[in-house]
């Protein structure tokens, strides 16, 4: 395991400053920040890169989210104690964590193997215990719903359809929707079963994908 050591407390403290500066103002999200040692979720030569706000290459043509759009999208989430997460892409498993130092009980799907099985492993360790499934975002998780919110971690085309029937109604869905570029979209579900949609900035995600990546 890393140390987690004043230095990289340091950094971590500088990253915060950062968010803070960028317009992060949710005091839940901006602790968990603070506290989750991010370095831990990038391979040990790349220490140096963990606390610059930039999303870095993590294998299987992924990347570990740049700080501020982890945040952004958690904040967005307004996650409160004892939610129902379901998260497509788990990655790294960083924003999962985040998701789980909040408050959330977190059902996360990863569709390539090898970052499934990594995550798995290495979550528990630092006393993270999502749900994992290796799976399809696209379907979701339709045994395990209704879920309070719903957050996408890649660009999608469009809205899945079957992630809003797993939406409760008053919930939240985050999704970064669009092709080459992806703008920030915030999904309410109505009693009537329509959407309420707000939008914000523009990022930049790696494609939402279907089906499962087996091993080659």
């Given at each position: ?5 004043f230095k990289e ?8 400053k ?6 992060i103002?949710?005091?839940k999200?901006?602790d968990?920040?603070?506290?989750i040692?991010?370095h831990?979720f990038?391979?040990s030569?790349?220490?140096n890169?963990?606390?610059?706000d930039k999303?870095?290459p993590?294998g299987?043509g992924?990347?570990?989210s740049?700080p501020y759009?982890v945040?952004?999208q ?6 409160k104690r004892?939610?129902k997460?379901?998260?497509?892409g788990?990655?790294?498993?960083y924003?999962t964590a985040?998701?789980?130092e909040v408050?959330a ?5 990863e569709?390539?193997?090898e970052?499934f099985?990594k995550?798995q ?9 999502p749900?994992?499934f290796?799976?399809d975002?696209?379907?979701g998780k339709?045994?395990y ?16 359809e079957?992630?809003i ?7 939240l869905m985050?999704i970064p929707?669009g ?12 009693e009537?079963?329509s959407l309420k ?8 995600f790696v ?6 990546a087996?091993?080659k």
């Amino acid at each position: 395991m890393l140390n987690d050591g004043f230095k990289e407390q340091g950094l971590r403290q500088q990253l915060v400053k950062e968010i803070i500066k960028k317009g992060i103002k949710s005091s839940k999200v901006i602790d968990a920040i603070a506290k989750i040692p991010r370095h831990m979720f990038m391979d040990s030569a790349f220490v140096n890169f963990a606390y610059v706000d930039k999303a870095f290459p993590i294998g299987s043509g992924q990347t570990i989210s740049q700080p501020y759009t982890v945040a952004f999208q958690t904040e967005l989430l307004d996650i409160k104690r004892g939610d129902k997460v379901l998260e497509i892409g788990t990655g790294s498993g960083y924003q999962t964590a985040i998701l789980l130092e909040v408050g959330a009980k977190v059902f996360s799907i990863e569709r390539q193997r090898e970052l499934f099985l990594k995550a798995q492993q290495f979550l528990p360790k630092m006393g993270y215990n999502p749900q994992f499934f290796l799976g399809d975002g696209y379907i979701g998780k339709p045994t395990y719903g209704p879920f309070d919110k719903i957050l996408i971690t890649a660009g999608a085309p469009s809205v899945p359809e079957k992630l809003i029937e797993q939406l409760k109604v008053g919930g939240l869905m985050v999704i970064p929707l669009g092709e080459k570029t992806q703008i920030m979209i915030r999904l309410t579900k109505l009693e009537d079963g329509s959407l309420k949609e707000e939008r914000f900035e523009e990022f930049s995600f790696v494609p939402m994908l279907k089906g499962t990546a087996l091993d080659k």
